[in-house]
């Protein structure tokens, strides 16, 4: 996948996962610095560079006995390359086209005591 370009990659992953993808964005909103700055962090693992943020529809556990290995597969082979993989339970793309938390996932980070620090005031999709 590595020589593929953004456009093969896709065209690729939608004729072995069909309805998988969801959506697909360049960067995540301003308010989110914390997100950006854990994407560079795997990036700089991989020696790559930040790709887009993909969200699908499902990423499942690897210790599930049933768990689709495709999905698995591309998952780290994208998260090599500097994609992001989020299930859209946990990401959407905002109104001003950059990614965000769902309110489930933004209430969920609000809560944990270590993440609530990095979290606006107010969720908003605009």
Known sequence: ME???HDEIISEINEN???WIISI???YDINYPHFKKNWNLICKKYNTT???IIIVNHIP???DAQANLKIIKFCSELTKLGYIIRREQELMISKNGKVIPTKYMYNYLCKS???RQFMPKIW???
């Open 113 to 115: 005591p270590n993440l």
């Open 124 to 126: 908003t999709d605009s």
């Open 50 to 52: 930040p790709k887009y």
């Open 3 to 5: 020589n593929l370009s």
């Open 17 to 19: 996962l069909p309805k």
């Open 61 to 63: 556990h690897t210790k």
């Open 25 to 27: 964005a360049k960067d």
